[in-house]
C-alpha cells in the first residue's frame, strides 16, 4: 500500500511538471515569438545601440545609421607632406542582414528554462550584437599603389657645375619610399578601431614613409679648382664657398691648355723636371734638378691632362699670359700656398 500512493505521488508530480513545461512552452510560443510580430526582443544592442522594440525596418535603419554611416566615412591619409582621401565605400562590406538576423537570436536560441526564468522574472534576454562587416585588402593594396606612385621619388646627388668660371653646388634632393606593408596595416587598423564607429567628423591616419638619403651631398664636395684661361685666373673652392683666386699663366697659342674636367693625380715638393722630348725641349737637358730654377719651381700638381699641371716659375713677369707649353704657371708664393690646400683627387674644372 505504501508502494502503491508513493508511485501515485511521483506520477502526480511528473504530470505537473509536464504540464507547467508545456504550458510554459506554448505561452513563449504564442507571445514571444518576435520574428513573426515584426519586433526586436527587449534587451538588443547592437554596438551600444538599443533596439529594443524596433520594427525590422527600424531596426535596419538603426543598424545602418550606428554602424554603416560611420564605417564608410572618408579616412584622411596623410603621407611626407601631402594628403589623401580614403574612400571606404567598395572596400568595406557591412554586413547589416547579418546583424538583423542577430537581433531577434537570443530568444531562438536561448533554452527553454532561460526564456522561461526570465519571462517569469521580468526582465529581457540581454544581447550585445557586435559590428559585422569585411575588409578588401586586395582593394587597399590598389589604392595604396596609386598613392605610392605620387609619393615614391628617388634621391638626387647634389652636384657641382660651373657657371661663368664659378663653382655653383647644386643641392641634393632626399629620395621617398612608401613603406607598402606598413600602410596597410595601418589603415586597416584605423577602419577596424573602435574610434571608426564614432559620431566625430572625420578620422585621420599616417601610414609610414621612409627618407632615403642621396650618396653625394653638399658636404660630400671638398676642395675643387675652377681654371679661366681668358681670366687667366685659378679659383679654389671649398665646398660652394670660394676660398682664393691666383693669376697663372697659360699655353701659348701653339701649346694650348686643355679644357675639360680634370684632377691632380700626384704632388710633388721641389720636383725634378725631365725633358719631354719635344721639339721646343731638343736644346734642353735630359733633365734638371730640383731648385728655384726649375722650370717647375719648387712645387708641381700633376693631372690627369698627360703632361699638364700646376707648377711654379721664377719668371714673374709671364703670369697672366699665354707663355708656357700647356701648363699653368704660378708665382711661386702662390704655388707654395696652394700646395698644401689641394689632395690628390682634388677636382680641377679648365674652361675657355
Given at each position: 500500500m505504501q508502494s502503491a500512493s508513493l508511485a501515485r505521488r511521483v506520477a502526480l508530480v511528473l504530470m505537473a511538471t509536464a504540464l507547467l513545461m508545456v504550458s510554459g512552452s506554448l505561452a513563449w510560443a504564442a507571445a514571444n515569438d518576435y520574428k513573426s510580430r515584426g519586433f526586436v526582443?527587449?534587451?538588443?544592442?547592437?554596438?551600444?545601440?538599443?533596439?529594443?522594440?524596433?520594427?525590422?525596418?527600424?531596426a535596419r535603419a538603426?543598424?545602418?545609421?550606428?554602424?554603416?554611416?560611420?564605417?564608410?566615412?572618408?579616412?584622411?591619409?596623410?603621407?611626407?607632406?601631402k594628403s589623401f582621401v580614403f574612400d571606404p565605400k567598395g572596400?568595406?562590406?557591412?554586413?547589416?542582414?547579418?546583424?538583423?538576423?542577430?537581433?531577434?537570436?537570443?530568444?531562438?536560441?536561448?533554452?527553454?528554462?532561460?526564456?522561461?526564468?526570465?519571462?517569469?522574472?521580468?526582465?529581457?534576454?540581454?544581447?550585445?550584437?557586435?559590428?559585422?562587416?569585411?575588409?578588401?585588402?586586395t582593394a587597399i593594396a590598389n589604392w595604396l599603389a596609386a598613392v605610392q606612385s605620387q609619393i615614391d621619388t628617388i634621391p638626387?646627388?647634389?652636384?657641382?657645375?660651373?657657371?661663368?668660371?664659378?663653382?655653383?653646388?647644386?643641392?641634393?634632393?632626399?629620395?621617398?619610399?612608401?613603406d607598402v606593408v606598413g600602410a596597410q596595416a595601418v589603415i586597416?587598423?584605423?577602419?577596424?578601431?573602435?574610434?571608426a564607429l564614432s559620431d566625430s567628423a572625420s578620422r585621420s591616419a599616417s601610414i609610414p614613409v621612409t627618407a632615403i638619403k642621396p650618396k653625394i651631398v653638399e658636404t660630400s664636395f671638398k676642395k675643387t679648382l675652377v681654371v679661366s684661361l681668358s681670366q687667366r685666373k685659378v679659383r679654389?673652392?671649398?665646398?660652394?664657398?670660394?676660398?682664393?683666386?691666383?693669376?697663372?699663366?697659360?699655353?701659348?697659342?701653339?701649346?694650348?691648355?686643355?679644357?675639360?674636367?680634370?684632377?691632380?693625380?700626384?704632388?710633388?715638393?721641389?720636383?725634378?723636371?725631365?725633358?719631354?722630348?719635344?721639339?721646343?725641349?731638343?736644346t734642353m737637358p735630359a733633365y734638371i734638378a730640383p731648385g728655384y730654377s726649375n722650370p717647375l719651381g719648387t712645387r708641381a700638381l700633376d693631372l690627369d691632362?698627360?703632361?699638364?699641371?700646376?707648377?711654379?716659375?721664377?719668371?714673374?713677369?709671364?703670369?697672366?699670359?699665354?707663355?708656357s707649353h700647356g701648363c699653368m704657371r704660378m708665382h711661386m708664393?702662390?704655388?707654395?700656398?696652394?700646395?698644401?690646400?689641394?689632395?690628390?683627387?682634388?677636382?680641377?674644372?679648365?674652361?675657355?
Open positions: 526582443p527587449t534587451g538588443v544592442t547592437v554596438v551600444g545601440k538599443d533596439l529594443s522594440g524596433m520594427t525590422e525596418s527600424e538603426a543598424i545602418e545609421n550606428a554602424v554603416a554611416a560611420p564605417l564608410l566615412r572618408p579616412l584622411n591619409v596623410s603621407a611626407a607632406d572596400i568595406v562590406a557591412v554586413d547589416v542582414d547579418g546583424m538583423l538576423a542577430l537581433a531577434y537570436a537570443p530568444r531562438r536560441n536561448a533554452t527553454l528554462a532561460a526564456r522561461v526564468q526570465h519571462d517569469l522574472a521580468g526582465a529581457p534576454l540581454p544581447a550585445q550584437i557586435e559590428a559585422k562587416y569585411t575588409v578588401d585588402q638626387v646627388n647634389a652636384e657641382r657645375q660651373i657657371k661663368k668660371y664659378k663653382l655653383v653646388v647644386k643641392p641634393s634632393v632626399v629620395g621617398l619610399k612608401t586597416v587598423q584605423a577602419l577596424n578601431a573602435e574610434s679654389l673652392y671649398d665646398g660652394a664657398n670660394l676660398q682664393k683666386t691666383y693669376s697663372i699663366a697659360i699655353g701659348m697659342p701653339a701649346y694650348p691648355t686643355p679644357t675639360g674636367d680634370w684632377k691632380i693625380i700626384n704632388k710633388r715638393m721641389n720636383p725634378t723636371w725631365t725633358n719631354p722630348g719635344s721639339g721646343w725641349a731638343a691632362a698627360s703632361g699638364i699641371r700646376f707648377h711654379g716659375s721664377s719668371n714673374d713677369g709671364s703670369i697672366g699670359t699665354a707663355a708664393r702662390d704655388i707654395e700656398a696652394l700646395y698644401p690646400l689641394v689632395p690628390v683627387g682634388t677636382p680641377v674644372y679648365i674652361r675657355p
